[in-house]
């Protein structure tokens, strides 16, 4: 319990507007329910949110430690009070979250605390009692594998240390078969084939660039696809990254002359189609383990789906994944 007095420079402000200043990490929609639960009370009483506070007035906050840190990008996961997930699969070790477009993983690229993919995972794993930062020495509940904002798909999430250890090494091991469907403009020949090149990323222009042969500081890079269906000039392929550079299908389809649709990076957008961001969605992973995973070897075989992609609904109806 924190208690605050309200002084002569606070004094006029409404209850909610000054709690917003005072608790910076309480959610508004929380506050008004510990204000209507009298877990914040104002002179030992109940109060509205609209409640004008008055110098003098004593306001006792029952509420967790935690809220009244000051806010940084570890905590911001307490400003989510109600988190959006849609969870693909979920145990005590790793949970599958199917991360919509639009949505960053992190809080980079512009993308505001609170308002990204680990937060409202850790959000989630608080609001649960599965996880509580305060009897945590270091570990944090965090992502394993990551897919740019405005890509789709199953992301990883590990709710253990020992899962976050291992999951990363079989990642780096690529004993992950991860995947990704797309709609590529025009029809890929041959029907079902590999992609493959030399990829250089330039960090300064957020891209990357295909060649056909090798170049100072690129690396090797591989997709291999199948073509699922093929109407109106587009085609529905679905991926498996050989190797696993930043854009690499993107930027690889876009170099065979196939570029995504609604990729504006790596194509033009076609004004024929209402869609501002690349119909690509990682939307199945395998766990193919071959060496031993430890607590995780359960998982081994296992494959997880998302049960809608958009762009498939809308332009490949009758195609069912």
Request: with cysteine.
């Amino acid at each position: 319990m924190k208690e605050f007095t309200i002084g002569t420079n606070d004094a006029g402000q409404r209850l909610d507007r000054f709690l917003a200043k005072a608790v910076p990490l309480l959610p508004a929609s929380l506050a008004q329910k510990y204000i209507r639960i009298k877990r914040i009370k104002l002179n030992g009483g109940r109060a509205e949110r609209d409640t004008r506070l008055q110098a003098g007035d004593l306001l006792q906050l029952y509420i967790n430690d935690e809220f009244f840190d000051k806010p940084r990008e570890d905590n911001a996961f307490l400003t989510v009070a109600s988190p959006k997930l849609t969870i693909v699969y979920e145990d005590e070790h790793i949970l599958l979250a199917d991360k919509r477009p639009g949505l960053a993983v992190h809080p980079h690229d512009g993308a505001e605390y609170g308002r990204t993919l680990i937060d409202h995972i850790q959000a989630y794993l608080y609001q649960k009692h599965e996880w509580n930062p305060r009897m945590e020495n270091a570990f944090t509940p965090a992502l394993c594998n990551r897919i740019d904002r405005n890509t789709g798909g199953i992301v990883i999430a590990a709710k253990t240390a020992e899962a976050l250890r291992v999951m990363n090494q079989k990642i780096k091991d690529r004993e992950l078969d991860k995947r990704y469907l797309a709609i590529v403009e025009g029809t890929p020949k041959p029907k079902d084939g590999s992609l493959k090149g030399y990829l250089f990323k330039d960090a300064k222009k957020n891209r990357v660039f295909v060649t056909d042969s090798p170049q100072p500081g690129s690396k090797s890079c591989q997709t291999n696809y199948r073509t699922l269906a093929s109407a109106n000039g587009l085609s529905l392929v679905e991926c498996e990254l050989v190797t696993g550079r930043t854009h690499q299908i993107r930027a690889q389809f876009a170099h065979a002359g196939h570029p995504l649709l609604g990729d504006g990076k790596y194509g033009k957008l076609d004004k024929r189609f209402d869609r501002n961001y690349q119909a690509l969605y990682s939307y199945r992973l395998t766990f193919a383990f071959t060496t031993d995973a430890g607590s995780l070897d359960y998982l081994n075989g296992k494959s997880f789906q998302v049960e809608h992609v958009d762009f498939v609904a809308e332009y490949f109806p009758n195609v069912k994944i």
